[in-house]
């Protein structure tokens, strides 16, 4: 039996998920900052030049490591209409409509980090008509089984069914 969703499905975060994000990206700062300094008192012969590359190559490394924070930081509700995604950091949404979406994909992922309980994770990659992908992992969200489910069931059986919302039967 197919389930059918009545009710839009919210996604949830991983306990301790922004916990361990941010630690993360703490101790990785700190390390590169304790790796720059230790290394400059050791060999004592560095130049306004080095010290300059040093800054921006950290300045660089913040932020790709803060916009991915940014982009890591979503929260997607899948409905009849679409899927609503929502930076929280900057507010911004981004709807994705199902006759947009060309191809959705499960896929078995490995990687090394402190974002993952485990080495491997599942990603759900979402192709869209206009050559845009969008993606996120068991990792991100709790219910992860749940906004697959949902967004497969719009997307290929949503305009079979009549949804009735459940508090009216």
């Not at 997607?76 to 979406?101: A, C, Q, S």
């Amino acid at each position: 039996m197919q389930e059918i969703f009545t009710t839009p499905v919210v996604s949830q975060t991983r306990p301790f998920g922004w916990t361990i994000t941010i630690v993360g990206a703490i101790i990785n700062f700190a390390l590169i900052v304790v790796f720059i300094v230790a290394f400059s008192v050791y060999y004592r012969a560095f130049s306004w030049v080095e010290l300059s590359g040093g800054a921006i190559a950290l300045a660089v490394w913040m932020y790709y490591s803060f916009n991915a924070t940014v982009r890591s930081a979503i929260r997607l509700t899948v409905g009849r209409d679409g899927i609503e995604v929502l930076y929280l950091l900057t507010h911004r949404k981004w709807m994705i409509n199902y006759p947009d979406i060309v191809h959705v994909e499960s896929v078995i992922a490995n990687g090394n980090s402190y974002r993952t309980e485990v080495s491997t994770f599942l990603r759900l990659e979402i192709y869209l008509r206009n050559g845009e992908q969008f993606a996120f992992t068991d990792a991100q969200f709790a219910n992860y089984r749940e906004l697959k489910d949902a967004i497969r069931f719009f997307r290929f059986h949503g305009d079979e069914v009549t949804l009735v919302n459940s508090t009216n039967i």
